[in-house]
């Protein structure tokens, strides 16, 4: 996907002005509230119009004032999926389903509704009521039914925010697997760093109207600083874990992980916070820690009393934070070796 974007709006006193190039597949906005990310949205989805510039999806031109172009929103092909599934009440979940894939062309037609709703584990929604739904239920449906108009990018505007934690973590990995299995190029809204880090490859960072930054996902991540109560959380997805006597170990790149809990689908998502995470200068003697992990140093970020050290262990990449009075006094500094000390019980299950 090529996105090119330069849009300005005037909304009462709220003056957007964004200009930013994309080609990554899976992209995120990133900003506090009322930064304008939803007015942005509606801007490429043609439910809005902007006062000036243009918008350009790979070869087609979306909106140009300056030519009087502005494609109407099922000219653009874009699907959007709201915080709150807009699902029709009067229709059964499966007319739901199949409502834009009805009214699409088709030669435009490129996935198949059953292979589809198996991925997004709808399938076994379809003859229920649409009241009948819990909220994580309607909002598969609701990008099934999106997804099935074989949209040409996605817009995800703070899909999982109305979700509890639990539900919000069950649906991430059926995002992954759709977006993995049908290509679809995304955009995604979230408050949450840790569904973008799920989510997302890019982030575009927005200020008051404007795109300011637009990096890495992770690379954001790493430098972003106030994160609430958690540090850094390190992501870490593990397979199939074997027992270790009262424990679980896990592969992890050449290393071995042992955990408190085990791991029984093939794909297992932990979190780890980067304060857990305890560095020895060398070897430790003995230490209640049943992960002692060889590293070498890449980076060390600072940011007022907290270091994040950044580390290479068997091929996989780890975050620790620490003090800097620790950075100094264990010699840390970028091609340094350390080694990392976690306890199994500092692992909690994501999904
Ligand atoms: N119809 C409107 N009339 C007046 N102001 C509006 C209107 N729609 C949006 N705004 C203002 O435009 C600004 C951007 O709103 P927008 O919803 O795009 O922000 P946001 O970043 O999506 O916020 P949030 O994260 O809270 O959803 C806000 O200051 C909002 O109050």
Not at 28 to 52: C, E, I, R, Y
Not at 98 to 103: D, E, P, T, V
Not at 128 to 146: F, K
Not at 320 to 326: K, L, R
């Amino acid at each position: 996907m090529e996105l090119d974007v330069h849009v300005q709006k005037k909304i009462g006193d709220f003056h957007l002005d964004c200009t930013f190039s994309l080609s990554a597949s899976r992209a995120g906005v990133f900003g506090p509230s009322g930064s304008g990310k939803s007015t942005l949205m509606h801007l490429l989805a043609g439910l809005a119009t902007a006062d000036n510039g243009h918008i350009r999806l790979d070869d087609q031109i979306l909106f140009d004032s300056s030519r009087k172009i502005n494609k109407r929103p099922e000219e653009r092909r874009i699907g959007v999926v709201f915080q709150h599934a807009h699902l029709f009440p009067h229709m059964s979940v499966r007319q739901n389903l199949l409502y834009g894939y009805s009214r699409t062309a088709r030669k435009e037609r490129k996935i198949e509704p059953e292979g589809l709703f198996k991925v997004l584990g709808v399938d076994v929604l379809k003859d229920r009521d649409v009241t009948t739904l819990s909220g994580g239920e309607r909002q598969r449906v609701a990008l099934a039914r999106t997804l099935l108009t074989c949209p040409r990018l996605i817009l995800m505007d703070e899909p999982l925010s109305g979700l509890d934690e639990e539900r919000k973590f069950q649906i991430i990995p059926y995002l992954e697997r759709v977006f993995g299995e049908y290509s679809i190029p995304l955009i995604f809204i979230s408050h949450s760093l840790l569904e973008m880090r799920m989510m997302t490859e890019e982030l575009l960072v927005m200020e008051q109207g404007s795109i300011t930054r637009q990096l890495e996902t992770e690379s954001f991540a790493r430098t972003t600083w106030d994160t609430g109560r958690k540090g850094y959380i390190n992501l870490i997805s593990l397979g199939l874990s074997q027992r270790h006597h009262d424990l679980f170990s896990y592969n992890w790149g050449d290393n071995c992980l042992i955990l408190t809990e085990p791991g029984e689908a093939p794909e297992n998502l932990f979190e780890l916070d980067a304060r857990e995470i305890i560095l020895f200068k060398r070897h430790p003697e003995a230490t209640s820690a049943r992960n002692l992990l060889q590293c070498k140093v890449l980076q060390v970020y600072m940011s007022g009393n907290r270091a994040r050290v950044e580390l290479e262990t068997g091929g996989k990449s780890l975050i620790a934070q620490i003090v800097p009075e620790s950075v100094r006094e264990l010699g840390i500094e970028k091609g340094s070796e350390v080694v990392a000390a976690i306890k199994a019980s500092a692992f909690s299950r994501i999904f």
